[in-house]
T-cell receptor, first 116, second 114 residues
Framework: AQSVTQLGSHVSVSEGALVLLRCNYS??????LFWYVQYPNQGLQLLLK??????LVKGINGFEAEFKKSETSFHLTKPSAHMSDAAEYFC??????????????FGSGTRLQVQP | SAVISQKPSRDICQRGTSLTIQCQVD?????MFWYRQQPGQSLTLIAT?????????ESGFVIDKFPISRPNLTFSTLTVSNMSPEDSSIYLC???????????FGQGTRLTVV
């Protein structure tokens, strides 16, 4: 069974500081991995995804994530936080369809606050 | 990418009643999913809806409570039946992208049961 663990339900950074949101996964097969962002009262927007190409994945809004198989991690980073980055971030995993399950399994989410 | 429209965007309902949420996609998709996001929590998969077959429900969710229709490749409905305050959540429709390498989400339906 797949699972995702996001360390830290709340992360607070200063504007301009490094953003690091942690995600570890557990999967019986090489997974697809995703980061989604959810702004207040909105749906989910895909930030980036890993599908077994380059291990360093660049996404929208200056975010990137690195897939580390040895650490079973897919941490999300951004060099310099902006006030508009304040939102809820979800890490998600899916298998490659080998088991027939194609829905996503989500982590518990991390709320990012950006202080001026 | 796929554009997903959900209706209604929000509703306040009386306990004991039912609400049907509609999900319309701008392209034909094989797999559609319904998720629930309870207040302050993550998303939990309710069921997978494939056209031409019965929906597949996850543990803890049953068809009598959450009946789903999937009449064609661009449309699905989720009904929340006999609602109680514990059903107050955001309900999201999702579709798998081409190659099943990503998922797209609707804006969600924010349901409050009073």
């Amino acid at each position: 069974a797949q699972s995702v663990t996001q360390l830290g339900s709340h992360v607070s950074v200063s504007e301009g500081a490094l953003v690091l949101l942690r995600c570890n996964y557990s999967s019986s097969v090489p997974p697809y991995l995703f980061w989604y962002v959810q702004y207040p009262n909105q749906g989910l927007q895909l930030l980036l995804k890993y599908t077994s190409a380059a291990t360093l994945v660049k996404g929208i809004n200056g975010f990137e994530a690195e897939f580390k198989k040895s650490e079973t991690s897919f941490h999300l980073t951004k060099p310099s936080a902006h006030m508009s980055d304040a939102a809820e971030y979800f890490c998600a995993v899916s298998d490659r369809g080998d088991t027939g399950r194609r829905a996503l399994t989500f982590g518990s989410g991390t709320r990012l606050q950006v202080q001026p | 990418s796929a554009v997903i429209s959900q209706k209604p965007s929000r509703d306040i309902c009386q306990r004991g009643t039912s609400l049907t949420i509609q999900c319309q996609v701008d392209s034909q998709v094989t797999m559609m999913f319904w998720y629930r996001q309870q207040p302050g929590q993550s998303l939990t998969l309710i069921a997978t809806a494939n056209q031409g077959s019965e929906a597949t429900y996850e543990s803890g969710f049953v068809i009598d409570k959450f009946p789903i229709s999937r009449p064609n490749l661009t449309f699905s409905t989720l009904t929340v039946s006999n609602m109680s305050p514990e059903d107050s959540s955001i309900y999201l429709c999702s579709v798998a992208g081409q190659g099943l390498t990503e998922a797209f989400f609707g804006q969600g339906t924010r349901l409050t049961v009073v």
